[in-house]
């Protein structure tokens, strides 16, 4: 089992930065893929941006240029700096941690913290 403990979600105003913060405790050794996720309200959840162990990363074009997915494995957390914030951004953002193999692919989810992105 893998525990993720996310922090760094708030109020911010159009332009403003975030840093958002995931932190894992458990099996971690199983863990080939991590990443954050956004579900705003009345919208499905979306990839945001997602990095492998060996660090290579991936961006959703609406992010692309202002988000940078970063992680520290010898302190297993994962971190999302968000600069240029637009309202568009505000949502609940989790952070996922996921172990793939030949034979089965499991996902682990934070609580979710929200970002407001507002005047």
């Known amino acids: 089992q893998v525990q993720l403990v996310e922090s760094g979600g708030g109020l911010v105003q159009p332009g403003g930065s975030l840093r958002l913060s995931c932190a894992a405790s458990?099996?971690?050794?199983?863990?080939?893929?991590m990443g954050w996720y956004r579900q705003a309200p009345g919208k499905q959840r979306e990839l945001v941006a997602t990095?492998?162990?060996?660090?290579?990363?991936d961006y959703a074009d609406s992010v692309k240029g202002r988000f940078t997915i970063s992680s520290d494995n010898a302190k297993n957390t994962v971190y999302l700096q968000m600069n240029s914030l637009k309202p568009e951004d505000t949502a609940v953002y989790y952070c996922?941690?996921?172990?793939?193999?030949?034979?089965?692919?499991?996902?682990?989810w934070g609580q979710g913290t929200q970002v407001t992105v507002s005047s």
């Open positions: 996922n941690f996921r172990s793939i193999d030949l034979f089965s692919r499991r996902d682990y």
């Open positions: 990095i492998t162990r060996g660090g290579i990363t």
């Open positions: 458990g099996s971690i050794s199983s863990i080939n893929l």
